[in-house]
């Protein structure tokens, strides 16, 4: 058994710093452009993803986020910039052979090759022997926690199941990059979580450097190093979920990731005089006075207190729903904006009373503030 255990260790640590040796590789983007007729797809991307990192690029449908990937993978050719792996340049490289490894949203399985076939596919296209075939797909089996399913189809593995075959394929081959293709889409919540956990403990199990597409601001907080918001074409901000989350650099990216109070206000006297009756006693030293401006403020910013204050206004509290470990109030001003609050709810409660409240900011509150265009 002891002999079994250290061949065992000796095996991972042997695949460890294989996958490692081959993929941790930086990976840079730089100044690609790519266009569908008339519409830009892609307009001037730089990025730099460190070696062992993973990036995710996140934005809304039509956003570019896929050509990107699609372009770093060889699938398409930019109309101009230069994709670098390690320090090599790929653009005239076909897929193949660009030591890159894909997990794509429909797992691209093939239905009629067993597991052991599937993951052994890449191997066997680079020519790799039978004897080291049958060893990398069984090391990959017991890292993705699948030992014992060689020999089943796919037909007979759950979603998730799928999805684990799909990601040791990719790393069967040793990439370079990983790129990850809306890989938890086709999955439900409680898979998609065990999923993220499992990507998340390879990436870091191996020190993959990987970049991952995905419309789910919740999946690129929850395992991303640092994220590339992308809008038009065009990254708006890049940076770590908490400081994409606590410091949005536009309204876009503002809107997109989380939820948002929006109130509008005026600068007066280095203070900020909102809409719905308060003033906030900001730093505004950058904002001209009688500067119009919109205040952004998250819902667990906000709390509900009963006596009344020059920083906080008056509110009429309709409804209070439970959700998880928090209570979301429902709250409307005076002048009719809506709001929503969030609040941790003990156990056994499931409402807060209704009636008139006053909202006021929470003692770490970091509202966001954005000048409107026009004064």
């Not at 926690?145 to 790393?171: C, E, N, T, V, Y």
């Not at 209704?354 to 770490?364: F, M, R, V």
Request: with cysteine; hydrophobic share 45%.
């Amino acid at each position: 058994m002891e002999v079994a255990n250290h061949d065992r260790k000796r095996k991972d640590a042997t695949l460890t710093m294989t996958i490692q040796g081959s993929a941790s590789q930086q990976l840079l983007l730089n100044g690609i452009v790519h266009s569908y007729g008339a519409a830009r797809a892609v307009d001037d991307v730089t990025l730099e993803v460190k070696a062992g990192e993973l990036v995710a690029l996140l934005g809304p449908s039509g956003c570019g986020k896929t050509t990107l990937l699609r372009i770093v993978a060889g699938f398409i050719r930019q109309a101009s910039g230069q994709v670098v792996i390690g320090d090599r340049a790929v653009d005239d490289l076909p897929p193949n052979l660009r030591e890159v490894g894909i997990v794509f949203q429909n797992y691209a399985l093939f239905p009629h090759m067993t597991v052991a076939e599937n993951i052994a596919y890449g191997l066997v296209a680079r020519g790799i022997g039978k004897a080291e075939q049958r060893a990398r797909v069984a090391e990959m089996l017991a890292t993705v926690r699948m030992a014992g399913f060689a020999d089943r189809k796919p037909r007979q593995l759950s979603g998730g199941q799928q999805q684990r075959i799909a990601l040791a394929r990719a790393l069967a081959v040793q990439p370079r990059i990983l790129l990850l293709d809306e890989p938890f889409a086709a999955l439900d919540k409680n898979l998609r979580l065990d999923m993220q956990i499992e990507i998340k403990r390879l990436q870091r199990q191996f020190g993959l450097t990987a970049i991952l597409v995905t419309h789910d601001q919740e999946e690129a907080m929850s395992i991303a190093d640092r994220i590339a918001v992308m809008n038009q074409g065009r990254i708006e901000q890049l940076g770590t979920p908490v400081a994409i989350y606590d410091e949005p650099a536009t309204p876009f990216v503002n809107s997109f990731i989380g939820s948002s109070n929006i109130l509008d206000g005026i600068v007066e006297d280095g203070r900020i005089s909102l809409a719905v009756g308060a003033t906030l006693p900001f730093r505004t030293q950058h904002l001209p006075q009688g500067k119009r401006v919109q205040v952004s403020i998250r819902p667990e910013q906000l709390m509900l207190v009963r006596e009344a204050a020059p920083d906080r206004f008056p509110v009429t509290l309709t409804l209070s729903l439970p959700i998880g470990g928090q209570l979301i109030h429902d709250v409307a001003a005076p002048d009719g904006t809506t709001l929503k609050i969030a609040t941790a709810r003990h156990p056994g409660d499931a409402s807060s009373l209704p009636g008139t409240w006053h909202c006021a900011l929470t003692p770490e509150a970091r509202p966001s503030i954005f000048p409107l265009s026009t004064p």
